[in-house]
């Protein structure tokens, strides 16, 4: 244990000074790639952190020149879930729990209001397909889980994923597998 106010007092400045020493990058990104921890909020990375190198430690990320942290929260619950997280983070639209690329103007299992073109948000996948550049996604969770879904899928209920997955009110409603292969901008990645 490190009992010296000193220690603490040095390890403060030196983090500051390398903060102050990064230079802006006012260049145009060749590539952007977004890595999502699911699930790796405050908490989770503070006790990674621990876990790998103690409380003065850092994760290898924690060290790159620009890093950026988001509120996804859900719209219409205190605890959001994965899928209206992913759109917070692929559209920067705050929607409800269990909803996929849609506002907040649609609730939980409403097919009828999904189906809307006003109520679908536009993914960063699909401003920059508009712009000419190549997407995809990469994921160790199945392609149709709503994190990676958020980024193609517009749908009342992140649990369909596949047509045995569809109730019989929701048949004028595409599942999360045929919008990744039937529609935009999902048919159009090509990185992968």
């Known amino acids: 244990m490190i009992s010296d106010g000193s220690y603490w007092k040095k390890t403060s400045y030196e983090d500051l000074k390398e903060s102050l020493n990064i230079k802006p990058n006012k260049k145009i990104a060749k590539n952007v790639i977004l890595f999502i921890g699911d699930g790796m909020g405050p908490n989770t990375a503070t006790a ?25 929260y859900s719209n219409d619950k205190m605890v959001p879930d994965s899928g209206c997280s992913g759109t917070a983070l692929f559209a920067g639209v705050k929607t409800n729990l269990g909803t996929l690329g849609l506002s907040s103007d649609v609730k939980r299992y409403d097919c009828d209001a999904s189906v809307l073109e006003k109520n ?11 712009a000419g550049k190549a ?9 149709t889980h709503a994190t990676p879904a958020a980024m193609y899928a517009h749908t009342a209920n992140r649990d369909w994923e596949c047509d045995t997955k569809m109730p019989y009110y929701a048949q004028q409603c595409k599942d999360i597998a045929r919008q990744l292969v039937e529609d935009e901008p999902g048919k159009n990645f090509n990185v992968g």
């Open 48 to 72: 990674a952190r621990i876990y790998k190198e103690s409380e003065h430690g850092y994760l290898s990320w924690e060290r790159f020149d620009h890093v950026g942290a988001l509120k996804t």
């Open 120 to 130: 679908r948000v536009t993914t960063i996948a699909k401003l920059a397909q508009d």
């Open 135 to 143: 997407t995809g996604i990469v994921t160790t969770a199945r392609i």
